[in-house]
């Protein structure tokens, strides 16, 4: 209101100047309180109009903002990261020996890996769950190692998936994009993880392998050991004169 009543005596003034300039018998009557009512409300439509003009802009800002916080990231790395995380799955189920199923482990482990031989076993059933029990360990080794490679090979893929993320997310229009290259990183991160315990799994399960190894042929040592000894008694030592 303050600048409409700086207008007022603007007004009147201009109103009066007009009608000085006008000649005498060109005088118009005219009221000067309502021509200036009219200019004022004249301006005051004005300034409506340009306040209404203001808010219609920042409405539209603000649903061109919500519109790019709506906007969805035209980009999917999940499927890449199921590949290479498949791969060394894929590892996993094919590694020969002791499985990675707790029954069928336990089965095998029981006849491989006896607390103690039964006495009636032949020498050649003792020689042949020897070898199986050292293809066992090499299978783990084999396992291990191919885990590793495939690992390795999966962080090339890695790196380029966090670059491309990384810089989506420094370049996203709106919260939505944001989110979801987050999300996507998140994603990286626990396929990484998930990698991680897959190798150290095949490293631990190589580490049981040779340490179950040692430990059953401590066993059979030991159970080839009684059968040399024998159950008889044994031979006593006793001096013996040759010579009178």
Same mark, same amino acid.
């Given at each position: 209101m303050k600048?409409?009543?700086?207008?007022?005596?603007v007004v009147m003034l201009l109103t009066l100047g007009l009608l000085a300039l006008q000649p005498a018998? #060109? @005088?118009?009557?005219?009221?000067?309180? +309502?021509?200036?009512?009219?200019?004022?409300? #004249? @301006?005051?439509?004005?300034?409506?109009? +340009?306040?209404?003009?203001?808010?219609l802009q920042n409405e539209t800002q603000m649903l061109l903002n919500q519109a790019r916080n709506l906007a969805k990231l035209d980009y999917n790395a999940v499927n890449r990261l199921r590949v290479t995380l498949a791969s060394t799955e894929r590892l996993l189920a094919e590694a020969q020996g002791l499985a990675f199923d707790v029954q069928r482990l336990d089965r095998e482990f029981a006849r491989l890996y006896p607390a103690e031989y039964a006495s009636g076993i032949s020498g050649q059933r003792l020689a042949q769950e020897a070898r199986e029990r050292w293809r066992s360990g090499l299978d783990g080794l084999h396992t291990a190692l191919r885990v590793q490679a495939q690992v390795a090979q999966n962080l090339a893929l890695d790196e380029s998936v966090l670059s491309e993320l990384v810089q989506l997310s420094q370049a996203a229009g709106g919260a939505l994009q944001a989110t979801q290259a987050t999300n996507q990183l998140l994603a990286l991160q626990a396929k990484q993880s998930i990698q991680a315990q897959q190798l150290q799994i095949t490293q631990n399960r190589a580490i049981a392998l040779e340490l179950a190894r040692q430990a059953a042929a401590a066993e059979e040592a030991r159970e080839l050991r009684r059968r040399?000894?024998?159950s008889g008694t044994p031979y006593t030592p006793y001096p013996v004169q040759f010579y009178r």
């Open positions: 600048p409409l009543t700086r207008l007022a005596p018998n #060109a @005088v118009t009557v005219i009221d000067p309180t +309502n021509l200036v009512q009219n200019i004022l409300t #004249a @301006v005051r439509t004005m300034e409506m109009i +340009n306040n209404q003009v203001s808010q040399f000894m024998g």
